[in-house]
């Protein structure tokens, strides 16, 4: 596709529910990166993908929070047993390289807001 | 915990007027990276600056780098209504495949 594609936009959770966010990087596009925003304030990291080997999963809030990306293209964050605390906007962000992704721009998408009610 | 600290956070100046906002940050890097977050929507990418690098330039986008200081400015010069937005600077994290955003100017320009 033309940009970073994330689903859904919106999701509104009661305390307790699973949710599942979806990023559709850029075709070709080596590196994925899970952020989580909150109102305010700059984007968290949260984990790395290089492919399909998730080589980084350090910002992970919880072991509530889980992420893959099993064909190294498309990848989802679950959330397991939402909370309060956990609402934010969860951004995804893809990248071309295969070396230091940092070293480039990463391209974003628009993120998923979640309100855990 | 976020490498970058921007300050001011908030600025709100006339159309045409030049803009400046300042990032700081604690430990050695790679390179520097600003992005432009419009209301509502992801991060875009305006510039990257490499530690080696003390200026560079895009467009109406001035950044600066003092690695002595730790710290970076960037100058959106003859600002437009369309530059309203947050801007975030972004520093990697030494040893770690990641980007650490600070947490954001907020620039408004009034028509």
């Known amino acids: 596709g033309a940009g970073v594609s994330q689903s859904p936009r919106y999701k509104v959770a009661k305390r307790g529910q699973d949710v599942a966010l979806r990023c559709d990087p850029i075709?070709?596009?080596?590196?994925l990166f899970w952020y989580q925003q909150a109102l305010g304030q700059g984007p968290e990291f949260l984990t790395y993908f290089q492919n399909e080997a998730q080589l980084d999963k350090s910002g992970l809030p919880s072991d509530r929070f889980f992420a893959e990306r099993p064909e190294g293209s498309v990848s989802t964050l679950k959330i397991q047993r939402t909370q309060q605390e956990d609402s934010a906007v969860y951004l995804c962000?893809?990248?071309?390289?295969?070396?230091?992704?940092?070293?480039?721009?990463?391209?974003f998408g628009s993120g998923t807001q979640l309100s855990v009610l | 915990s976020q490498q970058g600290e921007e300050d001011p956070q908030a600025l709100s100046i006339q159309e045409g007027e030049n803009a400046t906002m300042n990032c700081s940050y604690k430990t050695s890097i790679n390179n520097l990276q600003w992005y432009r977050q419009n209301s509502g929507r992801g991060l875009v990418h305006l510039i990257l600056?490499?530690?080696?690098?003390r200026e560079k330039h895009s467009g109406r986008l001035r950044v600066t780098l003092d690695t002595s200081k730790k710290s970076s400015s960037l100058l959106i010069t003859a600002s437009r209504a369309a530059d309203t937005a947050s801007y975030f600077c972004?520093?990697?994290?030494?040893?770690?495949?990641?980007?650490?955003f600070g947490k954001g100017n907020q620039v408004v320009v009034i028509p």
């Open positions: 600056i490499r530690s080696n690098e």
């Open positions: 972004a520093t990697d994290a030494p040893g770690n495949n990641r980007l650490a």
């Open positions: 962000a893809s990248s071309l390289v295969t070396g230091d992704p940092t070293n480039e721009k990463l391209f």
């Open positions: 075709s070709g596009h080596v590196s």
